[in-house]
């Protein structure tokens, strides 16, 4: 035998030099986009519906919502952080800031069950008016994007102290990171969506 | 980290060890390779077609005669329900799936789906799914709400049994399945197509899929989260189609047909694929006006989304509303009209041969053409406010799915069964079974047309005596006697063939495109070596060296890193490592939608953390498998 | 030739088929043939598009099974032979974009024309009839809200003028239509939707609910009665009366007398007034969620459009509502084994058929005169 060539099904030859895994993730967010947008769509068709209270200015807080989305705002600019460590090879640092977003994640989602049970206290719940159902099953869904993400970048952060891991990992961070930017910008347009516009 | 890329140390990293069976009932249920999952996908859609033809059956039993009471009117919404469920989300759009799932690698020359274990999880999900709809019979009952379920049919307190959750649930999972397999057929199609395998050189089947799934991911969704908002209602007590509370039932339709109109691309895009296939194999000449018809796919699917209201043109959306709805359904029927006239223009000066697929593929044209006109009728609201919710609409829309995506499926079916299994379809049984169908089809759903004139609305159970119906009926109840025995025997001579049917060969229709340059069946790996791929019709111009001269100008241009396949000896080629996950993650799902129905906490969390874990071992057991040594002089394994 | 061959065995059959197929076009609920201005209109457009699609088919098929014979391979000979490969041909492809345009566009702009005709949302003016009509299941309220008249499951109106109909529903999905007349127009709650139809000549006209409701829908009928303005009028008196007038009607025939009386008192000891009123809600008794029987002689149908209304059927219908449409929520009054259920039921049914129907006005007039069933 000459030589022997090798033809994987998996790593060799890709029309596009992309790798599966990334594509496969932004054809899922352009699918996801779609969830959302029946889910915000439904929003704004059941928007002042509602034939009891309490309704949306009784009960949005402005300040402290803008607190938390700017805490998930930051966490996507160490998300970018963490992935250009991994990507040098200095793995303590992208363990640092894949701490840090999971840890901001997690800020956002004790932000985001304070105002639900807060909520909840005020007499706004799922079965109270059409602003509780869609409102809660909206943010509800986001804030699940959310705690997948968190655990996503736990797991990675784990995996990162059990096997090792290098820059020719980063692909799976950057992976996760373009997931979780998406469910940055989709926050973004919730936030707009349901707190601004009752304001304006 | 390396989470996906153990390739060497199979079994170390999984909870179970690494399944490697590969004959038995086992190898079936760890498979990974895309040619089994697409074979399962077919029998499955085989199975369910028999169940949902049952149901038919029933149903027109029922109507055979007016005022007759065999069934009772709870018993036959549930029928026609299933009915329509079945044949939509079971039969005809999985069939497609399966054979997308055999063919799309083999026609782009790869050797693989890009997520084997993926793909496996995408069926289990939908067979399970299946499963988990079907047990409802013996549960308290099957849905009965029609397949597009209107709010507020479904709410609690109109619908108190299990089957609109049966429904509900039913639907989200299996979607699921569709969503996932719809997303790596993406990815196949974009990321391996073999060196040379250009898009505008991809076969129109290859072409037809992509478009469908890129249908399906963005449809999908829609369905996803309307049926979520009545689990929610009906489970926690949400308001989302309640009407006291204030809200708009119409949202519901709203949602459902912006996915259920794509849907029907869905189901007849792969169709029209595998007519594209057929009709240039069986005249011996290349596809008419290849360019167009991909554009006029893209088109039609595009336009898909633009469409959904005239399922609702009774529903009050005022007359501005309307006339959009009608311009836009008006308007696919361009590019729909360009293919017919394209498929025409491929037999227009060939050697047609008229071999069962063919047939098949004839009747498509006629039928599908006859379909799709009184498809621009129905969009012309005035009139759809006569016969919207009649037979008419019911005949038109079986002359679309059942005359159009069927009859092209069966020509896939016939077409494809020699590469399959390796052995022909019987040719005079065949013919039978085409001159039963057919003819039988036509029995059954022309008087239909008719019964909708005279008034006859879809969905009862009974109809009045004496008013013009009853012929219509008595003619399309006999019809599924004809139609059924048709189809019972090209179920039968599919068995007789794979014990007793002649040996096929590589390439027994004289076949153009990827699929017959390797053997019948298959190998796991698909190709010993890829051939060179420099054309539309690769094995054609193998075959027919000599028309090199005349290729498509378009599809003439090489691939910038084209570089041809250096002469190798033997080949390692990897192939994906079995595994239980997927199975056990789709079976989560499964008694997961048992705990979500019967609002079981145990077993929820029991079934949420068994689907956790399953997803971990999966992610972390890697892709795994072995390499196979294959010798291409050979002609096989080394 | 097995395939010419074949087709040869199996066109008769086809044809009889075909021809079996065009022998009735016509019934009450035929669209085919119109009796008012928005169904003509809805017909027109549905022939223009049809004979355009003959136009089409006929091209069509006829180039695709001239393409069949004349390409067949056992036709065009060696077969070997390799054709030749076109791959296209720009100009013809341009030209079969260009014809369904044009069928298109011939489609598109009497279909606006059309839909701007029948379906524009209009303001009621004088002479018209306006109807808030209620789907239920399995039955129709009509409410009359400028004579203040709620009657079931039975619309009148007088020839010539428009009827505007408001459409809501009180539990799912119904869809009120009466294909003679107008089209469909869906019944939808937290949702006005508005139809309007007229009638050319006096007649009775069917109507079926066309969304599916469940249970009974197959039941769901309706009856709408176009009259001579004289009768319509009277009609209406009728009602107006039913309200102030003693509830025992002038009586003709001492047996029929007895027979009404215990009707009429069964009436009231078996519940039916709990539900059902009889004097349009004169006296507050009854529910407005059922169907309202005032005048019940007067109606021609029993349970929705299901039975003729005779002393015969509505007695079964009384005795037995699940016998006569499967899944109805009327309650059956009388256990299986009762001896006096089918002679207590007469009685009502008798007392039910005396409502309306005192006086000069006989049952064929309030029936819409001579013209019998549409």
Redesign the interface.
Known sequence: ???????????E????K?P??K??MW??L???C??F???I??YL??KD???VGPYPTDVLDIPLTTVSTFVLLMSSFLMVLALHSLRSNDIPKFRLWTLGVCVFGSIFLGFQVYEFSHFVDLGLT??Q??F???F??LTGTHGVHVTIGVLMLL??LI??YI???SA??AV??EVTGLYWHFVDIVWIVIFTVIYLVEFV | MAIGRQTAAAGDAGVITRPTWTTGWASWLTTVDHKRLGLLYIVSSFIFLAFGSIEAFLIRLQLTRPEQQLISPDVFNQLFTMHGVTMVFLAIMPLGIGFANYFVPLMIGARDLAFPRLNAFGYWVYALGGVFLYTSFFLGGAPDVGWFAYAPLTSLSNNPGNGVDFYMIGLLVGGIGTLVTAMNLIVTVVNMRAPGMTFMRLPLFVWMMLITSFLIIFAFPALTIALFQVIMDRTFGTLFYVPEAGALPILWQHLFWIFGHPEVYIIILPAFGVISEVIPTFSRKPLFGYPIMVLSGIFIGFMGFAVWSHHMFTTGLGPVANTAFALTSFVIGIPTGIKVFNWIATMWGGHVRFAVPMLYATAFLITFTLGGITGIMVAVPPFDAQVQDTYFVVAHFHFVMGGGALLAFLAGFYYWFPKMSGRMMPEGLGKIAFWLIVPGFYLIFWPQHLAGLVGMPRRVQTYEAGIGLDAYNLMSSMGTYVMGAGMIIVIASAFWALRKGTIAGDDPWDGRTLEWATTSPPPHYDFDVVPEINDRDPVWLIKHPELIERRDPISESVDPDHTPPEHVEQIAIHIPGQSWYPLIAALGIFFGSYALLYQNLFLGLFTVAIIFLACYAWALEGVGGHHENVDPAAGGRA | MPVVRWFHRVAPLLGLALVLAGCVTDGPRSMLHPAGEVAQQQLDIFMWTFWLSIVVLVLVIGVLIFAIFRFRRQYTGDKDAIPNQTHGSVPLEITWTIIPVIIVILVAVPTVRAIFATEVRVTPEEGDVIVDATGYQWWWRFEYPEHGIVTANELHMPVGSRLIVDLDSADVLHSFWVPKLAGKRDMIPNQDNQLWLSADEPGIYYGHCAELCLGAHAYMRFRLVVQEQEDYDAWVASFQQAGQADASPPLTQVQDSQLIQQGRALYAQKGCIGCHTNDNYALGLGSPDFPSLTNFGMRNTVGAGVLDNTHENLTTWIRDPQSVKPGNYMPTLWQADDPDALEEAGAIAAYLLSLGTEGQQTQANARGGSNGDR
């Open positions: 035998m000459s030589h022997t060539v090798v033809a994987h099904t998996h790593e030859h890709r029309s596009t992309l599966d895994i594509l496969m054809i899922f352009a699918s996801d779609m969830f947008g029946s889910l769509g439904s068709v059941y519906k509602s034939v799922l079965d008016n059409l509780g159902t869609t809660f099953v797991s990675l995996i990162s096997r090792p891991t020719k990992d799976y961070l």
